[in-house]
């Protein structure tokens, strides 16, 4: 087998996930335009948030999880990966079957533990059915996360991040044709979403079987190997529920804020731009790269993944999240503000933004630390610091929702995720040298530290001296612009200069196979 090439690997994620993102944020533009903040936009919002959810238990966020690492470990050791795989493949089918069945059925009682707070209103009753429509997106896109799985250990990565790309695709084509035709634009939004999951399975399910991996649909068996990543999997699963929780605090606290369930969705949008491209590049490509170095003994290799991996992300995380946080107002004002969507929004949305944008560089962490533990079968201990990670997001969204309001489960949300960095940071302190951070990541971390900080001043500069094109409805998409430009070219500069990074790195990270 031919090893992953760790930052070409990261690139071909990071880009189609940057492609992917552009399209969502295209797709929540439109839905801002359409929707606004109002009882329509909330409801779907919620609908739409509850099989995403439920699928983090499933499939990204805990089975993939416990079922990547041992199938890139049958790969390198030559073993029946494509038996495993189609095993597993046909246990999270039947499972999932029920679980659909059941969660249509009990939409009500979902709808109300997701947003208490639309209860005797008319948000509650279309959540509810939009929520029936959409449900069975669950059965679908988990066995999505699946195959990409396969995909991704075997190398292949470009297959597995074009999928998100063509659900936007499909939302934006959805929104345009109600738009033309006058359908009702709620059901068109949750008639789209079971739809796009098709298209998704269909995809994936194509790419895999040219890779070479067939899956015959069948009744499951429970194999002895089934039964070893169902005892790994379950901490991870509860993992995901601990975290899911905290979401699921957040929104309850935002439910009863009118509009705060949107201003905290299209904030997540945004903020999720860049936690997307780099995040789930990153965490995508390390979890199989050490795995498969764990299983060949190749400490040396999982070092240099670990510390290349992570150095990468935080060049590009720190400047985003610096960003983020200095430009937030001017960023929802031109990309958010149109049609249905006021300044009042405007303003609720980019404080959640702000927020956000303190803790982007803990929840990349998060995909960076995690693949260690994942690579050595240890779900255990990140559920345990899932654990202490919820107490605090609970303590803080709660405590602090009659002092700032809806703000609070953002706020809860940052803080709680740097509280689940220091956790899995300390945790490694027990593993091997490839969790280590090596000299050139310790000379460099403080470097890119003092270049963001740079940009920031620039972005801080810039927004005063281009209020005025900022503020006109005519030149405020040219004044962004020259902002983001000005912060790039500031951040660059600065980070050639400092030493934070050297193009010489980058033409070698590409030629080399990581």
């Known amino acids: 087998m031919q090893p992953i090439r760790l930052i070409r690997s990261i690139l ?6 940057l492609l992917s993102r552009g399209a969502g944020f295209a797709r929540d533009v439109m839905m801002a335009a359409y929707l606004g903040a109002g009882p329509v936009a909330e409801a779907f919002l919620i609908a739409f948030s509850l099989p995403n959810m439920f699928r983090r238990f499933f499939a990204e966020g805990a089975f993939n999880m416990a079922f990547v690492p041992m199938f890139s470990k049958k790969l390198e050791a030559g073993e029946d990966a494509q038996g495993f795989a189609r095993d597993a493949f046909n246990g999270l089918a039947a499972v999932l079957i029920v679980f659909s069945i059941l969660g249509t059925l009990a939409m009500p009682w979902l709808v109300w533990l997701m947003a208490s707070g639309f209860v005797g209103d008319a948000r509650f009753d279309l959540a509810v059915l939009f929520g029936r429509i959409s449900f069975v997106y669950i059965l679908f896109i988990s066995l999505v996360a699946l195959l990409s799985g396969v995909l991704n250990a075997f190398g292949r990565f470009t297959e597995a991040s074009f999928v998100p790309v063509l659900m936007n695709l499909m939302f934006i084509a959805a929104m345009l044709l109600a738009d033309h035709w006058g359908w009702d634009m709620g059901l068109t939004l949750a008639w789209t979403v079971p739809l796009t999951g098709i298209a998704q399975l269909a995809f994936t399910w194509v790419s895999a079987h040219r890779a070479g991996f067939r899956f015959t649909p069948g009744l499951p068996r429970l194999t002895p190997e089934l039964k070893r990543l169902a005892v790994i999997a379950a901490p991870a699963v509860l993992a995901g529920g601990v975290v899911q929780i905290n979401l699921l605090v957040g ?6 804020t009118e509009g705060a369930v949107a201003w905290l969705s299209y904030a997540d949008r945004l903020y999720q731009l860049p936690l997307g491209v780099v995040a789930i590049a990153v965490g995508t490509v390390l979890l199989p790269d050490l795995s498969r170095r764990l299983r060949a003994g190749d400490a040396e290799g999982g070092c240099a993944s670990f510390n290349r991996g992570t150095e990468f992300a935080l060049f590009l995380t720190i400047p985003a999240a610096v960003a983020l946080v200095v430009i937030a107002l001017p960023l929802c004002e031109v990309l958010f503000q149109r049609g249905a ?3 009042d929004d405007t303003a609720a949305t980019a404080l959640a933004l702000a927020i956000y944008g303190a803790g982007l560089p803990a929840f990349v962490l998060h995909k960076v630390f995690q693949p260690l533990y994942y690579a050595r079968e240890d779900t255990r201990s990140p559920f345990r610091f899932a654990l202490w990670s919820m107490v605090v997001n609970a303590a803080i969204a709660v405590g602090l929702l009659p002092v700032i ?3 609070a489960a953002a706020l809860a949300t940052t803080l709680s995720g740097w509280i689940m960095v220091l956790q899995l940071w300390l945790g490694t302190r027990k593993m ?4 280590r951070f090596d000299p050139r990541f310790r000379t460099r971390l403080p470097r890119i530290l003092i270049a963001s900080a740079l940009m920031g001043a620039v972005l801080w500069g810039g927004m005063i001296l281009l209020g005025p094109m900022l503020g006109s409805r005519g030149w405020r998409v040219a004044g962004l ?3 983001v430009g000005a912060g790039m070219a500031s951040y660059a500069m600065a980070a050639l200069a400092l030493g934070a990074i050297r193009l ?3 033409k070698s990270a590409l030629r080399r196979q990581r």
């Open 251 to 256: 929104r309850q606290v935002a439910s009863f």
């Open 481 to 483: 612009a020259l902002l």
């Open 504 to 506: 010489s790195d980058l």
């Open 405 to 407: 309001g809806f703000a």
């Open 341 to 343: 969507f006021g300044p």
């Open 432 to 435: 091997g040298d490839e969790a």
């Open 12 to 17: 071909t994620v990071g880009g189609w996930t």
